[in-house]
């Protein structure tokens, strides 16, 4: 009898081994990667830190916490600007060696990077059965290289202290209606004026308690910093607040807001007020109009993300470490993407598959690390200039309009992964129970 023909080897696409190899690869890729982004920020030093700590030592001696100013070769002169809430959350600092608050700082800061990246990640892992262990830490590292997180490391900020403050109370103690729901904004704005923009946006999305609660806390952080040190918080509440010279040129291209784009076309002159202002009224409008209309559908992490691109715009002085809303952002853009997953929507989904991967780019590369812009007043003389030195401002007009508003049922998991990780079959049995 003829043998029997040897039926071929199994064919099949199920490689873990090899699977587990390229995603090693792809980590060791990508954590190589960042001592090359890292390395040109390395001269700023823990600069803005050094300035806090300066400060505190001038503040314990007697001195006005105000009147301290240091000599800067960009920017002439530099001062401590912050409330004086946040000086009263500095000053411990001060009683250490400068490295051991470097160290402390830093190390805290990537924490923070870490638990803010998970709370936004971990639903989309869920939703989409994505690997967990390697998506958090592809996504961690990713975080990690934005050149907003860079410069907040780097210069020394407290930028991701407000960003834990600001998602706890917006991702969980919100959409939860917890009783402490708006301490944590109302806590962020008393440290530093940019997050009182989310206090607008609980109104707007007529959150009362938590807008009340927000603003009380806020209150009685600025009060108990003036039970301490009245005289600096009444004078920087009465004329340093609005001393705009004193945080910097507006026209250098680290200033990523909408009055920064007009100060380049004017520079070294001041912008016309009453344009920046109208340009101000019209993107805060939209803007916030956009994130309450998120948030009543059910996606509250569309909504912080446009205001956060809000208060980017409005700001008069929105340095490049205060632009952590892109992270967010390129999370919604990812997950938008994978849930276009139907034959009519491959357009839209190449459409947020390359938004994302753009604003990735962008960022990543950003808009001040590998260039020299001079000490020089920088001026847009043309469309090249204008696109180099608002590529933040325009990526956030772009993202103000185009990002996506996510269907409640997707979004309502968000802070609870883990009961979007039950079996497909339990969730389809939910799937068919009337509605209650």
């Known amino acids: 009898m003829p043998a029997e023909p040897v039926a071929p080897p199994a064919v099949t696409d199920d490689d873990p081994g090899g699977r587990t190899v390229r995603r090693l690869v ?31 030592d001038w503040w314990r001696v007697g001195h006005p916490l105000y009147d301290y100013v240091q000599p800067d070769r960009v920017q002439g002169e530099l001062y401590f600007t912050y409330p004086p809430f946040s000086a009263l959350l500095l000053w411990p600092f001060g009683l250490l060696r400068l490295g051991v608050t470097v160290t402390i700082f830093t190390v805290l800061t ?6 803010t990246t998970r709370w936004l990640v971990a ?48 991702l969980f103690a919100v959409p939860q209606a917890r009783r402490w729901a708006g301490v944590g ?19 707007a999305t007529r959150r009362w308690r938590a807008a009340v609660v927000a603003s009380v806390t806020a209150a009685a952080a600025t009060l108990l910093a003036a039970a301490i040190a009245p005289n600096d918080s009444w004078r920087f509440w009465t004329h340093e607040l609005w001393a705009t010279e004193r945080v910097g040129r507006t026209d250098i291209v ?4 909408l009055f920064g784009l007009l100060s380049r ?9 009453l344009l920046w202002l109208l340009l101000v009224a019209v993107v805060a409008v939209y803007g916030l109009w956009r994130a309450a209309h998120a948030a009543r559908a059910g996606d509250g992490v569309t909504g912080l993300t446009l205001t956060g691109l809000v208060g980017a715009l409005v700001s008069p002085i929105t340095w490049t470490h205060h632009i952590y809303w892109f992270v967010p952002a390129m999370v919604l853009l990812v997950d938008a993407a994978l ?12 459409w947020l598959a390359g938004l994302a991967l753009g604003t ?32 933040y401002v325009l990526l956030s007009l772009l993202l103000l309009v185009a990002l996506p508003v996510r269907s409640r049922r997707r979004e309502e998991n968000v802070g609870r992964p883990e009961e979007d990780a039950r079996r497909p079959e339990e969730k389809s049995h939910q799937m068919d129970r009337p509605p209650h």
């Open 185 to 203: 904004v109302g806590l962020a704005a008393a440290l530093k004026l940019f997050p009182g923009i989310f206090i607008v946006y609980l109104l």
């Open 360 to 391: 990735a780019a962008l960022t990543i590369y950003g808009v001040v690390t590998f260039q020299a812009w001079g000490t020089a007043a920088v001026r847009t003389h043309d469309p090249v200039d204008f696109a180099l030195q608002n590529t």
């Open 123 to 170: 639903p989309v892992i869920a939703r989409h059965n994505l690997p967990q262990a390697f998506t958090l830490t592809v996504a961690v590292l990713l975080v990690l290289a934005v050149e907003s997180i860079r410069e907040t490391i780097t210069f020394g900020q407290i930028n991701m202290l407000l960003v834990v403050l600001i998602l706890a109370d917006l």
């Open 110 to 115: 990537v924490l923070a990077v870490v638990v």
């Open 254 to 257: 680290g200033n990523q807001s």
């Open 265 to 273: 076309f004017t520079a070294p002159e001041k912008p016309d007020r």
């Open 26 to 56: 792809a980590v060791v890729a990508l954590t190589a990667v960042l001592p090359a982004l890292y390395l040109p920020g390395l001269v700023h030093n823990f600069f803005d830190l050094k300035i806090y700590m300066s400060a505190m």
């Open 339 to 350: 849930s276009a997953n139907r034959p009519d929507e491959v357009r839209r989904r190449r």
